[in-house]
Structure formats: structure tokens, C-alpha cells
């Protein structure tokens, strides 16, 4: 069992930066790779990035290439993501997931967060 507790949201202006961090506890934290989704009112839940067990390889869905950053501390049982030159499309909740094994692009995670809220205005 794993428990994930996401922080770092808030609100930003366009063009900003904000850094969510998704704190773990539970059983080894290296043993799961991770991921970062978002859910916007009316829209599905996606895939913005993961990350696998050693942060040796990383996902990015398109839309965030080259301007986000998933990271990972095993020592500390921490993932972040580091987002910059944020848009108005970024605003969604943001969750944080734990996947007990290789790292998947799909929505194939075992353990979820609660969200964090990130709100970007134009």
C-alpha cells in the first residue's frame, strides 16, 4: 500500500511557473514508477508525465513537451513536476499515481493522490 499526497498548486498567470510535489509513504518508493495526470471539468483524466522506478526514463504527452519536468528523489520518496511557461489550457486538478512496476503511458496506476489545483489565468 502506498499513499501519495500532492502539493504545490495555487493559482498563476500565464507564462508563469509552478513546482507540485507528490510526497510518498508506504512501502519502498522505488519499487513504483510514477505518473502525473490532470482532469479539467469535462474532460477525461490524462497522462501528462511519468517517470520510471530509477528516473532513468521519462514520458511526456505532447502538449507539455519542453515545458515540463517530472523528477524524482527515491531518498526522500518524492516525484515533482516542474512546469513552466504555463498556459490557460494547463488548468486542471493535478493527481499523482504510483504504478508497482515498469513505467506505463496509459492510465494503469495502482495508487492516486488526491489532486492538487492548478489555475492559470490568461
Known amino acids: 500500500q502506498v499513499q501519495l499526497v500532492e502539493s504545490g498548486g495555487g493559482l498563476v498567470q500565464a507564462g508563469g511557473s509552478l513546482r507540485l510535489s507528490c510526497a510518498a509513504s508506504g512501502r519502498t518508493f522505488s519499487s513504483y514508477s510514477m505518473g502525473w495526470f490532470r482532469q479539467a471539468p469535462g474532460k477525461e483524466r490524462e497522462l501528462v508525465t511519468a517517470?520510471?522506478?530509477?528516473?532513468?526514463?521519462?514520458y511526456y504527452a505532447d502538449s507539455v513537451k519542453g515545458r515540463f519536468t517530472i523528477s524524482r528523489d527515491n531518498a526522500e520518496n518524492t516525484v515533482y513536476l516542474q512546469m513552466n511557461s504555463l498556459k490557460p489550457e494547463d488548468t486542471a486538478l493535478y493527481y499523482c499515481?504510483?504504478?508497482?512496476?515498469?513505467?506505463?503511458?496509459?492510465?494503469?496506476?495502482?495508487?492516486w493522490g488526491q489532486g492538487t489545483q492548478v489555475t492559470v489565468s490568461s
Open positions: 517517470i520510471s522506478r530509477s528516473g532513468g526514463s521519462t
Open positions: 499515481a504510483a504504478r508497482d512496476g515498469t513505467m506505463a503511458v496509459t492510465r494503469e496506476y495502482d495508487y
